[in-house]
């Protein structure tokens, strides 16, 4: 079966540094992948998503980056984070566009 | 003015009740997902729907495309079943990406 692993749970951070957050995929190959974050008090915002390794398309200008370095892992990165990143960060995969997304348990960031 | 109104946002029920949550949205859509988003924040993906009716459990899902309306039905409601639940579609635009509702809060008590 398939399994979604988004590390880590929670995360605080300063403001100005770095972030990495992996997300992988098990029991499945080639999916689409997704990034989502959802600000306090509002709906689930699309980020990125990505069809194939290498390909990343970003639906939101910010100082987020995504990758895939492989085919089941999806990174989100940022050099410099803003206190504006605070939230709550989803990876999603489907098996392709049209198909039910399935989500990781997110990963809660606080900007100090 | 968000592209996918819920209704209602926050309800609140005695346990046994049937509930209803409402999903309206305003583009031509090729699928609609509700979502369901416990209180520790993971999300599980209840339907996907593109026309019709699908039952899953307490769970029924309807959609009207022509009317661009989708509802969510829980019967014999369970404290179990509090949770956000949302609403989400693809637009038949040529555009893959889901657009999502803010969600409605759904207390059950026992």
């Known amino acids: 079966s398939q399994t979604i692993h988004q590390w880590p749970a929670t995360l605080v951070q300063p403001v100005g540094s770095p972030l990495s957050l992996e997300c992988t995929v098990e029991g499945t190959s080639n999916p689409n992948l997704y990034w989502y974050r959802q600000a306090a008090g509002r709906g689930l915002q699309l980020l990125f998503y990505s069809v194939g390794i290498g390909q990343i398309s970003s639906e939101v200008p910010q100082n987020l980056s995504a990758s895939r370095p492989q085919d089941r892992q999806f990174i989100l990165s940022s050099k410099k984070l803003l206190l504006s990143d605070s939230g709550f960060y989803l990876c999603?995969?489907?098996?392709?566009?049209?198909?039910?997304?399935?989500f990781g348990d997110g990963t809660r960031l606080s900007i100090l | 003015k968000n592209e996918v109104e819920q209704s209602p946002q926050n309800l609140t029920a005695q346990e046994g009740e049937f509930i209803t949550i409402n999903c309206s949205y305003s583009?031509?859509?090729?699928?609609l997902h509700w979502l369901q988003q416990h209180p520790g924040g993971g999300i599980v993906s209840l339907f996907m729907?593109?026309?019709g009716k699908k039952k899953h459990g307490r769970l029924i899902a309807t959609i009207n495309i022509q009317e661009k309306h989708s509802s969510l039905h829980i019967t014999a409601s369970h404290p179990r079943d509090s949770a956000v639940y949302i609403c989400?579609?693809?637009?038949?635009?040529?555009?893959?990406?889901?657009?999502f509702g803010t969600g409605t809060r759904l207390t059950i008590i026992p």
């Open positions: 583009v031509g859509i090729s699928a």
């Open positions: 999603a995969w489907s098996k392709g566009f049209n198909q039910p997304q399935h």
């Open positions: 729907l593109s026309s």
């Open positions: 989400a579609y693809i637009s038949n635009f040529g555009n893959e990406k889901l657009t």
